[in-house]
Structures are given as structure tokens and as C-alpha cells.
């Protein structure tokens, strides 16, 4: 699949690239729109209820005619075909990459190792949908009778970003009824503090977890264990009713003490930042209900359809993966800022750092050798308009390119006077400077005394996409989030790497369970690490060791950790 192909910079369209660069680098936006006055009509795709505009990057028609010509020559759409066949597109694991199978309709037939993965995605949603009802319906009780009322997800990275930014995205579609936290870091005061005014009887937990040996997940449940045990008389017993499990791995799960009935499965083919739409979306389930559900996996799959079945002029995923590529590798824009002009899709710029930086993160090729050209560029952002008080500053009048997608929608799921159209016109106008910029004569012509004029300018001529759809709807965002995993897999093809392996998340994992113990033994260690490493951990033993200036014992009892047996005593 990849000898054919020859390397990155060697195909002739990398090299047309190269040189068609240097002849267009200096166009100026504010002239391309000046000569072209159907430009902001003609460079627009819209696909799925999706509108992109992406006129305002530094490109014109020839930019695009390469960069699909270097999409063919990367055979992109062999390897787009490979992805939805089950092929183990993911060499390094040796493993096929199926999340779109998640979202495959009933009927469907998606084989890998010669087996149709689509019946058992559909067994488990089926009883996702039988649990989710019970609970919500409060059918479901917990251990002394009462309904659940509160559901706390414990995991971390991909079993944990998802969960958390589809909750926050789907808000208002939710149960409001129910109370929604999310536990990742093995920090203690995540865990405290996601329960300190929670009634044990009435919460269940959630331990999301596809290997079930994470650190930081494994160490958050047996706290969650102990904490729940302690508010409900200490019954293991009581684990059954208020622990349910979301892994691929049946045997840990049950080591755990989790009825394997209350356990909900998933494959290695689920990568974990593409898992949001498997059973660990089971709390996004649980919080906007089955139909809810079921809408945003039909929004990914008409996403993944129009990815798979689109020429790539009109293919939005295809045609943002490619500008990616020309902002980032020509251009050397290294960062990249998400901008949602959407308080719902707060959490969505982090999860997106997951799924693009984890992805895309990767110095080596397919076989293993050093890359020549920049791979994965930073991800970051926050919505707007907050961040323009802020950050946007650097993206206007910085030394820096960086390109910005702005993520907006013609209605307001919370509609308040002239709230949105003084939003939405924030966006219009923040792309607008970006691209136009202010230049020395606009500024002088405002009566600027000269020696302000240069810090008053701005050069414009900065890229940016704006993504627009109707509303913020459960299908809405499954096509958002499928938007930008096509994006990241087009990237990946082209930069010639393993989009779905994560070397870089697994040393830490390993090296953090060394340590564990030199911090944790009561004799001194025996340290074998760099002079830095060693020294830092005897400097926290003394640390440990030294006096609280504060008394944790009394902490301890104004703890709502110990609410049962201190209530009263407050
Ligand atoms: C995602 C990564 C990583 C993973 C977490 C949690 O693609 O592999 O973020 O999701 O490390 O892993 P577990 O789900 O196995 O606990």
C-alpha cells in the first residue's frame, strides 16, 4: 500500500507545491478579494447542513488543483477506502480503524478479520438504550431503593475528552434532571470535589476505561469503591447498583467487581479519541437519551458518507485536511486556533487538541522513517467572543500565522434579545480583520498622529475557515466531530503516518508506574534515574515528611467525604 507511493516530498505535486508557493506567498488577501469579486461565493463547499467558507486562506484556484493533485498522488481515496474495508490501516497496533463503523446503520456490512462488526455495535447500543431508560425512567435504583441522580464518568484521555465535551455541547438537550461530572485526573481534588455534595445512594459511576488499567482511571474507581461502600453501610454488594463499566477488556471489569452484565463493551478497532460515539458516549447517552443518541451517530455517518463518496473539490473534510497542509507545511504556520462562536462547545477546542495532536503527533512515516516536513501543528482555542479579549491579539498583530477556524450557527439554542446577531457578528468580524487588516493610510486617515501609526496597523493577510450550520443539534455536532476526524485522517495520508497509534501516551504510562513506589516505600529507595529525576524525588519524600501547616485531621472531618458519619457534627 505505501511502496507505490513515493516519499512526501518527492511526489510531483509536493514539488509543484513547493514552487507554486513561492510565486503566491506574498498575494495579499485584500487583493485576491479586490480581483475576484465571486471569490467569497465561488471558494465554498457545503455539505451534510455544513457551510465552509474558505476564502479568506492564502490560496487561489491552482492552490487547490495541487493540493488534490497531491491528495491523488498520496492515493487518498485507496486509503479512505482501506479505512471503511477494515483494512489494519493502523500498522504499528496492527489494527483496523472502524469508528465509522460505530455509526454504521443497522444493515450495514463492515468486515474486519472476515467478521461484520456492525450487528455487535448494534447489540451493545441496544442495551446502552435498555440501560439508559431504566435509569432515566428511575427504574434503575440504587442500593437502598432510591433512583440515581447523579452519574459520575470516571476515565481519562479519550475515555474521558468525549464524554465530557459532548455533555457540555448537548447541555441543552439533557435530562436536567439528572447531575453530569466527569473524574480524569488522578489529582484527589477531582475526585473530591466532583463529590462532595453527592448523596452516595443516589449516584452511579461510570468507569470508562478500554484497557481498564489506566493509572489514573483505576485509581479514581477505588476511591469512587471506597467512597460509595462507606455512604451505603460497606455492602459490596452495592457495587452492582451503582457501578457500570464501559471497556473492551470483560476480565479486569469483573476483577473490579462489576457484574460483567453491567458491563458495556467495545473493540480494539475503537481508538480512544475516536471512541465518543461507542459505549463510552454512554454518558452522553445517559444525559440527552437514546433518540438524542441515535441522531448524533446519523450526523457522523452522513459526514463519513459524504467524506467517502465526495470528489474532494467539494469534500469538506478532504479540502480543510489539505489547507491544513498548506498553511502548516508551506506556510510554516506551526499552530492551529478552533474558535466556536457557541458557549455549548466550550470543551470542543480540547477535544479537539486530543484527536488532532494525538493523531497527528508523529515524527516517523509508515516505515518507520524520519519525516522531512512538519507533521501534527498545535491545536488550541476557547469560544468566542471571550478569547477576542484575550488571545487574538497575538493571531492579529503577532509574528505569528496562525490559521483559525471559526465554528458559528444561524440559531441560538438559548435565544436572548439581540445576543446572537451581536455574536454572529463578532465572527463575521474577526475573520474580516484577519484577512484585510488595517492598513497604514486607513489608520493615518483616522487622524492616528504618525508615531502611533504602526502599532495601530494591522497587516491582515492572515488565513482562516468559517464553518457555519443552522443549529447546535445532537446530529449537528456528530457531523463537526466526523468533520474534523476526516481532516485529521487527510492529514495523516498525506504526511504518509500512523494516525491511530499513540507511543508517546503509553511511555508515560509506564514510567509513571515505576516511580509510584520510590515515592510511596517507607525505606529509602534505591534511585537509578538522571541526577534531576532522582533528586526530585527525594526532595518530595521531605516534602511528605514535613509538617502540614494546616491540619489535614481537621479537614478531614469537614470533608463531605466522611458526610455520613460527621453530618451534624459541621
Ligand atoms: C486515546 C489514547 C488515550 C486513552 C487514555 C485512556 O486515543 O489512547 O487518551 O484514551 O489513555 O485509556 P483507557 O481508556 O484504556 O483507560
Not at 447542513?49 to 493533485?69: A, E, H, M, P, W
Not at 437519551?289 to 467539494?314: I, Q, S, V, Y
Not at 498525506?494 to 501516551?505: A, E, T
Request: aromatic share 8%; glycine share 8%; charged share 20%.
Amino acid at each position: 500500500m505505501t511502496t507505490r507511493i513515493k516519499p512526501l516530498t518527492q511526489r510531483p505535486a509536493w514539488k509543484a507545491l513547493a514552487a507554486h508557493y513561492k510565486k503566491v506567498q506574498d498575494l495579499h488577501l485584500r487583493k485576491l478579494f479586490a480581483d475576484d469579486s465571486k471569490r467569497g461565493e465561488r471558494m465554498t463547499a457545503a455539505a451534510a447542513g455544513l457551510f465552509l467558507d474558505y476564502s479568506k486562506n492564502r490560496i487561489v484556484d491552482q492552490t487547490i488543483k495541487l493540493l488534490i493533485q497531491l491528495a491523488n498522488e498520496s492515493d487518498l481515496s485507496g486509503r479512505i477506502e482501506a479505512m471503511f474495508r477494515g483494512e489494519k490501516i493502523n500498522v504499528t497496533e496492527n489494527r483496523a480503524v472502524l469508528h465509522v463503523a460505530l455509526r454504521a446503520p443497522k444493515g450495514a456490512i463492515i468486515k474486519t478479520d472476515g467478521k461484520n462488526v456492525v450487528p455487535e455495535v448494534h447489540a451493545v447500543l441496544e442495551k446502552m438504550n435498555v440501560f439508559s431508560e431504566r435509569v432515566r425512567s428511575g427504574r434503575w435504583k440504587g442500593h437502598t431503593g432510591k433512583r440515581i441522580k447523579n452519574v459520575i464518568n470516571i476515565g481519562i484521555g479519550g475515555s474521558d475528552l468525549g464524554p465530557v465535551m459532548a455533555y457540555e455541547a448537548l447541555k441543552h438537550y439533557s435530562d436536567r434532571r439528572l447531575t453530569f461530572r466527569f473524574v480524569s485526573n488522578v489529582d484527589g481534588t477531582d475526585f473530591v470535589e466532583a463529590t462532595r455534595d453527592l448523596d452516595p445512594a443516589e449516584t452511579l459511576f461510570i468507569v470508562s476505561s478500554k484497557t481498564f488499567t489506566t493509572l489514573e482511571t483505576m485509581t479514581n474507581a477505588q476511591s469512587a469503591r471506597a467512597w460509595s461502600l462507606k455512604g451505603l453501610g460497606g455492602n459490596p454488594k452495592a457495587v452492582a447498583k451503582h457501578f457500570v463499566a464501559v471497556s473492551t477488556n470483560a476480565e479486569k471489569v469483573s476483577a473490579f467487581g462489576i457484574d460483567p452484565a453491567n458491563m458495556f463493551g467495545f473493540w480494539d478497532w475503537v481508538g480512544g479519541r475516536y471512541s465518543m460515539d461507542s459505549a463510552i458516549g454512554l454518558s452522553t447517552m445517559l444525559a440527552i437519551g437514546p433518540e438524542n443518541f441515535h441522531a448524533l451517530l446519523k450526523g457522523f455517518h452522513e459526514m463519513d458518507e459524504h467524506f467517502r463518496t465526495t470528489p474532494f473539490e467539494k469534500n469538506l473534510p478532504a479540502l480543510m485536511g489539505l489547507l491544513s497542509i498548506w498553511n502548516n507545511d508551506f506556510f510554516g504556520a506551526s499552530t492551529v486556533a478552533v474558535l466556536p462562536y457557541e458557549q455549548y462547545l466550550k470543551r470542543f477546542p480540547a477535544y479537539l487538541q486530543q484527536l488532532t495532536m494525538e493523531s497527528n503527533g508523529k515524527h516517523v512515516t509508515l516505515s518507520g522513517k524520519n519525516v522531512d516536513y512538519q507533521t501534527g501543528p498545535i491545536y488550541s482555542g476557547e469560544p468566542g467572543t471571550n478569547g477576542q479579549h484575550s488571545f487574538y491579539q497575538l493571531i492579529h498583530q503577532g509574528t505569528r500565522l496562525i490559521p483559525c477556524d471559526f465554528i458559528a450557527f444561524g440559531h441560538a439554542l438559548s435565544p436572548l434579545g439581540r445576543h446572537h446577531d451581536i455574536l454572529l457578528a463578532n465572527v463575521f468580524a474577526q475573520a474580516e480583520a484577519l484577512a484585510f487588516g488595517k492598513t497604514a493610510a486607513e489608520v493615518k486617515a483616522e487622524r492616528t498622529p504618525d508615531w502611533l501609526v504602526p502599532h495601530r496597523v494591522f497587516e491582515g493577510n492572515r488565513p482562516s475557515n468559517v464553518i457555519l450550520a443552522e443549529r447546535l443539534t445532537p446530529a449537528v455536532l456528530g457531523k463537526l466531530v466526523a468533520l474534523y476526524e476526516h481532516s485529521v485522517f487527510t492529514q495523516g495520508v498525506i504526511w504518509n503516518i500512523d494516525s491511530f497509534d499513540q507511543w508517546g501516551v503509553e511511555l508515560g504510562k509506564v514510567l509513571a508506574q515505576r516511580i509510584v513506589p520510590e515515592l510511596e516505600s517507607k525505606a529509602t529507595p534505591m534511585l537509578k534515574h538522571d541526577s534531576s529525576t532522582n533528586n526530585l524525588i527525594r526532595h518530595y519524600r521531605k516534602l511528605k515528611k514535613a509538617k502540614p501547616v494546616w491540619n489535614p485531621a481537621r479537614r478531614e472531618k469537614l470533608s463531605p467525604h466522611s458526610h455520613t458519619a460527621s453530618k451534624g457534627k459541621l
